[in-house]
């Protein structure tokens, strides 16, 4: 089986698949199919839905099925962390849309805590910051926060290098990853700069465009209920102004915001990065696709489930003084609020969940 990858500069990979080696492609050329009513539409990317844009792959960590392959497998291995009791899919379930609803905020080794909830992997490759305050500004270097934060998977000691050697030997002495490293890199090798651009690669193709919502805006008006309907109208309407920070086909602006669900922030979110005083308070607007299935919700997981977050909107927030303009109340009717959550649980992929390319490969 040939597939042909298209990047943004032109630039083509043509992967050669047997059917032994991970990819969704079947999967992929049933969405293609099934993505919409007019018949020339196409994409250069087989498991991209044809009305979603281009992936952008980094010239430094060009994409391949045996990349892929290998970050599957690395993605649920708890030999990656110090203790070998931590994984990446650990806190992103792919039951749970690549999230994690045990827990309010993310749990590593030695049962510590962090202090923010774990966010979706859903369609993760069209970010453009990672993680609530953006820190990182790749996906490759996103894949290092977590192995060397010490409340994840802590890999990391005063001198770094020492602990990702220990690491890297580790993984050397299991013929199975050498075999891995070897196809997906061209030898054994296994250094922490691979480790990421294969988790990485196989995170580029947790990809969800197939929900009911999908359906409809493909055409089909039957895909989603009245109410549900009615819900998107006010998603849509300048009564609530849900779309302005929910925007686009992956429904976050991938800017940061203060929606009021504090008076005081304890955590100062985005202003931790920049320093500015005027972004305490502010986190990256979260992708709403599979939002049914990632509770609790917000970077603190303080809201347990939609209906609450909808009237923590409703009310207006808590009024701080970094509050977005945006968030003010909304004077919506219980059926209003109903009919939004209806909308909600209406982006909710059942295929996307329900992938066995995603699944635990060992």
């Given at each position: 089986m040939r597939i042909n990858f298209k990047r943004k500069n032109s630039v083509q990979i043509v992967l050669t698949?047997?059917?032994?080696?991970?990819?969704?492609?079947?999967?992929?050329?049933e969405i293609v199919s099934n993505t919409s009513t007019d018949s020339s539409c196409s994409s250069s990317e087989p498991y991209i839905p044809c009305d979603f844009p281009a992936v952008i792959y980094p010239s430094s960590n060009p994409i391949t099925a045996n990349k892929i392959l290998l970050g599957r497998y690395l993605f649920y291995d708890k030999k990656l962390s110090i203790d070998f009791t931590v994984s990446c899919a650990g806190c992103h379930g792919p039951n749970r849309a690549f999230s994690d609803v045990n827990h309010f905020v993310s749990m590593g080794v030695h049962g510590l805590l962090g202090d923010r909830n774990t966010p979706s992997l859903t369609n993760v490759s069209?970010?453009?910051?990672?993680?609530?305050?953006?820190?990182?500004?790749?996906?490759?270097?996103?894949?290092?926060?977590?192995?060397?934060?010490?409340?994840?998977?802590?890999?990391?000691?005063?001198?770094?290098?020492?602990?990702y050697n220990i690491i890297c030997n580790n993984l050397s002495t299991f013929s199975k990853y050498r075999n891995l490293f070897r196809n997906a890199f061209g030898d054994s090798a296994i250094t922490i700069d691979r480790i990421q651009k294969a988790i990485s690669s196989f995170e580029r193709t947790i990809i969800s465009g197939n929900s009911s919502y999908d359906r409809y805006n493909r055409g089909d008006n039957s895909a989603i209920s009245t109410s549900a309907v009615r819900g998107l109208n006010l998603f849509r309407s300048d009564k609530t102004s849900c779309y302005r920070c929910h925007s686009g086909f992956n429904f976050t602006d991938q800017q940061f915001h203060s929606n009021g669900i504090q008076l005081v922030y304890k955590d100062s979110?985005?202003?931790?990065?920049?320093?500015?005083?005027?972004?305490?308070?502010?986190?990256?607007?979260?992708?709403?696709?599979?939002?049914?299935?990632?509770?609790?919700?917000?970077?603190?997981?303080?809201?347990?489930d939609l209906l609450s977050v909808l009237q923590n909107y409703n009310a207006g927030g808590k009024r701080n003084s970094s509050q977005d303009e945006l968030i003010r109340p909304l004077h919506?009717?219980?059926?209003d609020i109903t009919d939004i959550i209806e909308f909600l649980k209406s982006l909710t992929?059942?295929?996307?969940?329900?992938?066995?390319?995603?699944?635990?490969?060992?």
């Open positions: 698949i047997s059917g032994s080696i991970f990819f969704h492609a079947c999967f992929a050329k069209f970010n453009n910051h990672f993680t609530w305050d953006g820190r990182f500004s790749t996906l490759e270097d996103q894949a290092l926060g977590p192995l060397s934060s010490r409340f994840e998977m802590d890999i990391t000691d005063s001198s770094n290098l020492q602990t979110g985005r202003a931790n990065i920049t320093k500015n005083t005027l972004d305490i308070g502010k986190f990256k607007t979260p992708s709403l696709r599979n939002v049914l299935l990632t509770p609790p919700y917000m970077h603190d997981g303080s809201y347990p919506l009717s219980a059926q992929d059942s295929t996307f969940i329900n992938n066995k390319d995603f699944s635990n490969p060992w």
